[in-house]
């Protein structure tokens, strides 16, 4: 079975017809520069027990990744976000893997097509 592109180009192409090439860089660059951090907070709430944070980290990023076309990172998210929302941080943490991972899967859908370089 294929795995699911990591951005849906048709999804991606809509947004770039709503905003210039410049500005699309602009939000790509914004976004993958948030991650890695986001990354990190979503650790220290998952590690310090705080499911409220951890709920809204991966609600902002699964917002963030639907934007951007990433509709699995988007859906891993989602699935997190239901998971710290119920408390079950250990589930969430679990997911945290995934969505770093498909996270490096994006980054490099961006970087070979050009919308991560000057």
Avoid at 19 to 29: H, N, S
């Amino acid at each position: 079975m294929n795995e699911p592109p990591a951005i849906e180009k048709s999804d991606f192409d809509t947004l770039l017809e709503l905003l210039d090439a410049r500005t699309m860089r602009d939000v790509v660059r914004l976004f993958t520069a948030s991650v890695p951090g986001r990354l990190e907070s979503l650790r220290a709430g998952i590690a310090s027990g705080d499911g409220a944070a951890v709920a809204t980290l991966f609600h902002t990023m699964r917002s963030g990744s639907g934007q951007l076309g990433a509709r699995r990172l988007e859906a891993l998210c989602a699935h997190a976000e239901k998971q710290a929302k119920t408390g079950d941080l250990s589930a969430a943490s679990d997911q945290l893997q995934q969505v770093h991972a498909e996270f490096e899967r994006c980054l490099a859908w961006f970087d070979a097509r050009g919308w991560l370089s000057a």
